[in-house]
């Protein structure tokens, strides 16, 4: 919601505004009390109750991360198969 809302506000200025509106709200003290809020929400919502949904978080962004990680040599590889020819 708070990403719609940003979005919202912007969306309304000239473009050669939106560097001075934002440049107050990405101060490292700013970052870091909402990086804050966010860890203090999620461990309220999901770490007190008792939920599995942060063991599936974990495994979703685990699967992500390795894809992300891998992706360059899969591309080489296909790259490599193109060029010659698709067989092993």
Same mark, same amino acid.
């Given at each position: 919601?708070?990403?719609? *809302?940003?979005?919202?506000? @912007?969306r309304?200025?000239?473009?050669?505004?939106? &560097?001075?509106? +934002?440049?107050?709200?990405?101060?490292?003290?700013?970052?870091?009390?909402?990086?804050?809020? *966010?860890?203090?929400?999620? @461990?309220?919502?999901?770490?007190?109750?008792n939920? &599995?949904?942060? +063991?599936?978080?974990?495994?979703?962004?685990?699967?992500?991360?390795?894809y992300?990680?891998?992706?360059?040599?899969?591309?080489?590889?296909l790259?490599?198969?193109?060029?010659?020819?698709?067989?092993?």
């Amino acid at each position: 919601m708070a990403m719609r *809302a940003l979005y919202n506000e @912007i969306r309304a200025m000239k473009v050669r505004d939106v &560097p001075a509106y +934002l440049k107050p709200r990405l101060t490292w003290e700013n970052v870091k009390k909402s990086t804050d809020q *966010a860890v203090d929400r999620y @461990i309220e919502k999901y770490i007190e109750t008792n939920s &599995p949904e942060p +063991l599936f978080h974990i495994c979703i962004g685990g699967m992500v991360f390795s894809y992300l990680v891998n992706l360059p040599v899969e591309r080489r590889h296909l790259e490599h198969l193109e060029k010659h020819g698709g067989g092993h």
